[in-house]
C-alpha cells in the first residue's frame, strides 16, 4: 500500500511547481499553448494556483539550458541568428525585422526563424526569394481585433540548413506598431537589420527578457 507525504507549499511554491510542469509539457511538444499547458499541469499537480506566461517562459528557459547543454544552445542561437542575417540581406528593401525567440534568444531544438517584412504586394518579396531559388510555400491567416479582420500571407520554407524559416508580410502602414508580447507583458521590438548585425558582432548570445 502507497504512502504520501502530505507536503505544505506556499502559494509562490505551488505557481513554480505548476510553471516548471507547463514548461515540460510545452519543451516535449504535449502542450501547443500556455494556456492549455498551465491547465494541464494544475490538473495534474493538483494545485489550484496557475503562474504567469513570463513564470512558465523563464522556466522553459532554464530547462531548455539543462537538457540542451548552455554551450550548445548558445552555438545554435548564433547559427541562428546569422542565417536569420543571410534572409534579412535579400529582403533589405523591405525593411525586415527578426522576431520570436531568435530575437529573444531563447531557442529550443525546435526554434524556426520569424521575419517580418512591409510590403503592399507579397509578389514583389516572392520574387526576390525565387531569383535567389527559393520556392516557399505561400501561406494565408486571418486576424480578427472586435468586429474588424486582416489578412496576412506567409511565406514559409527550409533553408540549406534544414531551419524552417516563415516570413511574414505585412502593409507598410504598420511599419513601426509594436505590439504587447501574450508571453513576457512587454514590447516586442524585434532586430532591424543593422541592430542584428550589432548583435552579431558585439554580443551575438545576447537574451532579450524584460525585468
Known amino acids: ?23 515540460r509539457l510545452l519543451y516535449y511538444g504535449l502542450a501547443t499553448e500556455y494556456i492549455f499547458a498551465k491547465k494541464r499541469a494544475s490538473r495534474s499537480l493538483r494545485i489550484r494556483s496557475l503562474p504567469s506566461n513570463k513564470e512558465v517562459a523563464l522556466e522553459l528557459d532554464n530547462l531548455t539550458d539543462s537538457l ?14 546569422k542565417e536569420a542575417l543571410t534572409y ?12 520570436g525567440s531568435v530575437w529573444r ?5 525546435r526554434s524556426d526563424i520569424d521575419i517580418v517584412i512591409y510590403s503592399s504586394d507579397f509578389s514583389q518579396p516572392l ?17 480578427h481585433n472586435g468586429s ?12 540549406p540548413l534544414g531551419i524552417n524559416v516563415e516570413i511574414v508580410i505585412r502593409p507598410p502602414e504598420e511599419q513601426g ?7 513576457f507583458g512587454d514590447i516586442v521590438k524585434g532586430f532591424t537589420l543593422s541592430e542584428l548585425e550589432y548583435v552579431l558582432k558585439e554580443d551575438p548570445t545576447m537574451k532579450f527578457l524584460p525585468d
Not at 502530505?6 to 516548471?20: M, Q
Not at 534579412?88 to 522576431?99: A, G, R, T, Y
Not at 531569383?131 to 510555400?137: A, S, V
Open 1 to 23: 500500500m502507497y504512502t504520501y507525504e502530505v507536503i505544505d507549499l506556499t502559494r509562490s511554491e505551488k505557481r513554480l511547481e505548476v510553471a516548471k510542469e507547463a514548461a
Open 68 to 81: 540542451e547543454g548552455e554551450k550548445e544552445r548558445k552555438r545554435r542561437l548564433i547559427n541562428l541568428r
Open 88 to 99: 534579412m540581406k535579400l529582403l533589405e528593401q523591405f525593411k525586415p525585422v527578426l522576431k
Open 105 to 109: 534568444g531563447t531557442i529550443t531544438k
Open 127 to 143: 520574387a526576390v526569394l525565387n531569383e535567389h531559388k527559393i520556392r516557399p510555400e505561400v501561406q494565408y491567416t486571418t486576424r
Open 148 to 159: 474588424s479582420s486582416k489578412s496576412y500571407v506567409h511565406l514559409i520554407f527550409v533553408s
Open 177 to 183: 506598431i509594436h505590439e504587447t508580447c501574450e508571453i
